[in-house]
């Protein structure tokens, strides 16, 4: 490698860094989100945005023009130096049996850098939230069989973050593999206030918080397969395997009084002090798609992971079942050697069914989602694209035991490369 390039590499891996530092990825932002108080809160897109408009397929084809981040075995065939970086914004819609509520929210949706190293060798660096949790609900009760009501307030907020190193190789002319290694790292504060009210006064807030910090390594392994059918005419099949985690946790949990100003009267009493471990599933996912190269992509991939095997704080599995999502995606591109503009734009539909390891009472809840989006590419020679993706979905019913969410979201990204190396040939 020369010293311009090394010069250049080391530019955009500082710039990676500092955001890295001051970047709070935690997506707490995305707003009020009542089901993040299961389990590890809710779990966000494992893609980027042009991966978020075709219903978040990707297992088993990639475009060299943007950044694959559910199949590490795809990145060898990325042969740009590439930096990308999306914003989620979100509106969200809650209802159960007595009221609604409406908010929006935003946050960094993730930062990655990735570049070839040798001809057959493509090397990644990423940040983005795994999962967050934000909720509040209040709920109250009498007092035995006494005149008066205490009111209990149940909140928490923070969320899980990942740090990737990602590898892609290229072992034969139509086969690659990866490995995804991931640092995860995090926490939540959960915590529990009750207050007595007596008449249009405010006795003392007891409040019970439970601080827990997490930290583990984990390991992702991938493989893809590109059968050529005709000229520029494939058939992709990938996988993808996500080993089992034990993320190591230290759980705080300590009691304090509260004036009805929310002043503190006593200082924090330890209730628990421990290190645990809370289990996170295996999780694999495999794809089908067919594609015409730069002119049209038809994808499929199935995913399962058992949450049912969960286990948490408690000791058990917070009555999760095993989930499984249903992914179809289509990506269309008019005509890629034009000299029109609008040829030149990537077009994008999915569409989901996601069975969600979460059960309250007896009520199972799934999420359907349609998305769209595109590509606009940008600056000379329009090497980069600013990536868009709309998705619509409902999360939940509402009945007696669950309410309903309807989101609408909006991700825009930024895929930029700098050509030091050879552009991508076709075989």
Same mark, same amino acid.
């Given at each position: ?33 009542? +089901?993040?108080? %299961? ?42 130096? #590439? ?24 946050? %960094? ?35 035995? $069989? ?36 991931? +640092? ?87 209730? $628990? ?56 995606? #289509? ?36 999420? #359907?989602?349609?998305?769209?989006? #595109? ?53």
């Amino acid at each position: 490698m020369s010293m311009y390039k090394t010069r250049k590499l080391l530019q955009w891996s500082w710039v990676l860094g500092v955001l890295f530092l001051q970047t709070n990825v935690h997506a707490q932002g995305l707003g009020n989100a009542p +089901y993040s108080a %299961i389990g590890i809160g809710e779990l966000l897109s494992k893609g980027y945005s042009p991966s978020n408009a075709m219903g978040d397929v990707g297992v088993s084809a990639s475009n060299p023009l943007y950044i694959n981040s559910l199949n590490p075995a795809l990145l060898v065939r990325n042969r740009y130096t #590439m930096f990308d970086v999306g914003v989620i914004g979100q509106y969200k819609s809650l209802q159960d049996t007595k009221q609604n509520q409406r908010d929006f929210g935003g946050n %960094i949706g993730y930062l990655a850098l990735s570049f070839p190293v040798a001809p057959k060798w493509s090397l990644g660096l990423s940040l983005k939230p795994y999962s967050f949790v934000n909720y509040q609900q209040n709920s109250y009760g009498r007092i035995g $069989t006494s005149i008066y009501e205490a009111q209990y307030v149940y909140s928490g907020k923070g969320g899980l973050n990942q740090i990737n190193l990602t590898n892609g190789f290229q072992i034969g002319k139509n086969l690659s593999v990866g490995a995804d290694f991931t +640092y995860l790292f995090g926490n939540f504060n959960r915590s529990v206030t009750s207050q007595l009210r007596i008449g249009d006064s405010r006795d003392y807030i007891v409040s019970r918080d439970d601080r827990l910090n997490f930290s583990d390594v984990n390991l992702k392994l991938g493989a893809a397969y590109r059968q050529k059918l005709k000229e520029d005419h494939y058939l992709n099949f990938g996988a993808t395997y996500n080993l089992a985690s034990s993320l190591n946790t230290i759980r705080n949990t300590t009691l304090e009084v509260l004036s009805s100003a929310g002043q503190p009267i006593t200082n924090p009493d330890t209730l $628990t002090q421990a290190n645990l471990n809370v289990n996170l599933p295996a999780n694999w996912r495999v794809g089908l798609s067919y594609e015409k190269f730069f002119k049209l992509l038809l994808s499929f991939d199935y995913d399962r992971q058992n949450w049912s095997q969960y286990k948490g704080i408690s000791g058990n599995n917070e009555n999760m079942r095993d989930g499984q999502s249903f992914h179809f995606g #289509m990506e269309y591109v008019p005509k890629f050697n034009s000299t029109k503009y609008w040829d030149l734009v990537f077009y994008r539909l999915g569409f989901i069914y996601h069975q969600t390891p979460l059960v309250i009472g007896t009520k199972p809840v799934d999420d #359907m989602s349609v998305s769209m989006g #595109m590509s606009l590419p940008v600056g000379r020679n329009f090497v980069n694209l600013i990536n868009i993706s709309f998705v619509a979905g409902q999360r939940g019913t509402v009945s007696s035991q669950t309410f309903r969410e309807r989101y609408g979201r909006v991700v825009l990204g930024i895929s930029l490369k700098d050509t030091w190396f050879q552009k991508f040939k076709v075989d």
